[in-house]
């Protein structure tokens, strides 16, 4: 058993350590250091696997596809794109993979285990949502869209 579960009061001080700002951190109104909060652990922890697809996408793949998405998404959408709501599902035609891919910058109203049931369709919302096609094999968009305005 590790340490950490016979002695929480080590766990909670490693957990303060890892939260801590680093050394030489700079000061805000001489009130101490500046505490930044840590980086969630998981980046993707918004993405949601939508059952029903022709293939499941292994987690392997995901990292290269929030990379490329942050390409597609142009410098004002990137910086916001961790808070995005991405779901996303294998699917095959004619015989090729690809991954659909659907982008929402918020949903109300809707349980996180909708978000892994079925595709939340939404029209119009421009920037805040977008519809992707990814290219497994090629490691890019093939299409990238936001949605438009009414």
Known sequence: ???????????????????HAPAGAQEQDGAGPAWKPMMALNPLRRWF???????????AMLGDMAAEMRKEAGAQV???????????????AQGVRA?????????????EARLSQEFIIVHDGGKCFFDATY???GRRFTAFHYHGYA
């Open 78 to 92: 990137a910086p916001k794109l961790h808070r995005y709501i991405v779901q996303y599902q294998g699917t095959v």
């Open 1 to 19: 058993m590790f340490a950490f579960a016979r002695h929480p009061i080590i766990a909670i001080a490693a957990l303060l350590l890892a939260c």
């Open 49 to 59: 696997e939508v059952q029903g697809g022709a293939w499941q996408v292994p987690d």
């Open 135 to 137: 290219d497994p094999e």
């Open 99 to 111: 991954i659909r891919v659907s982008g929402a910058c918020t949903i109300s109203g809707v349980d």
